[in-house]
């Protein structure tokens, strides 16, 4: 693990080796992370969960999360204050829509010309890793920025009009008050107000650039966040409906089992080992 005086952390490998194989039996098991992953496969398949939603994985994708043994390309995985080390904007991982996982976009399918492109910058890093140079961290967080400015590249295609260029700055500032505000505020009026829009531009704004809307998009982090509570945390259904801001536990089940088919109680006692 590659460190820095201002506790930043980074770590890349190939997902064949055999130590990176032990480590990815640990996240084998329901867990929240604390840091970013970069996983780009070359061959292989598998499944993996994120918010108790399982996807498959193929070939040619980039993606966050870990996968089964027999899976081969590359893993990167660092921490916030590496990333950020060198930046006079502390938010500056906040321009790459990949690391929102609101929306659902930290999985890209790539096209044969456009993996040749980004899975050819993992392998100086991982020489770079694994050697002893001067300004190692430096130049890791220099290939990690190429990596994840090429993957932005892919996912907003050169050429795209002002217009669209203006979705994408409106919705990443609503994913990012839906982050703050999500559990106080579940009412898309709410932040077109705070973005000085209406919430007719605001949904048609979502429909159009993720092909969701306003409250799709605020649902999809409101119940995650029960789920993990539900799952993770000894609190009653009504002291769960209070920590997201419900009214009572009533609305809170009924919206609960309106958006996922099952009750607060029954999702848990199905999570139980």
């Known amino acids: 693990m590659g460190t820095c005086s201002l506790n930043c952390r980074i770590e890349v490998q190939g997902t064949s080796s055999r130590d990176h194989l032990e480590k990815l039996h640990h996240f084998q098991n329901p867990h929240r992370q604390a840091f970013f992953q970069v996983l780009i496969f070359t061959s292989g398949s598998g499944t993996h969960t994120v918010d108790f939603d399982v996807f498959d994985i193929h ?3 980039v993606h966050n999360r870990p996968v089964n043994a027999g899976t081969d390309g590359f893993f990167i995985l660092f921490n916030e204050t590496f990333f950020t080390a060198a930046c006079y904007n502390p938010h500056f991982r906040n321009k790459f829509p990949f690391f929102n996982a609101i929306t659902g976009r930290s999985r890209m399918q790539l096209q044969p010309d456009q993996a040749a492109a980004i899975i050819s910058v993992p392998e100086k890093p991982l020489e770079e890793f694994t050697g002893h140079e001067d300004f190692k961290n430096d130049m890791l967080r220099a290939y990690l920025l190429q990596l994840l400015i090429q993957s932005l590249r892919t996912m907003r295609p050169e050429g795209e009009n002002p217009a669209n260029r203006h979705h994408y700055l409106l919705l990443r500032s609503f994913e990012k008050l839906v982050e703050l505000h999500f559990s106080q505020k579940k009412l898309p009026k709410e932040y077109a107000e705070m973005l000085f829009v209406t ?5 048609a704004m979502c429909s159009a650039t993720v ?3 306003a ?3 605020i649902r999809n982090r409101v119940v995650p966040a029960a789920n993990r509570f539900l799952v993770n945390s000894q609190l009653h259904i009504a002291e769960t409906a ?3 801001n419900f009214e009572d536990n009533a609305y809170f089940s009924r919206f609960f089992k309106k958006y996922t088919s099952s009750t607060p109680e029954a ?3 199905s999570q139980e080992v």
Do not use: A, S, V, Y
Not at 199 to 203: A, F, R, S, T, V
């Open 215 to 217: 409250c799709e998009i």
């Open 211 to 213: 092909g969701k809307t």
């Open 267 to 269: 999702f848990r006692k």
């Open 242 to 244: 209070c920590q997201l």
């Open 59 to 61: 070939p040619g994708e």
């Open 199 to 203: 919430p007719n531009h605001l949904n």
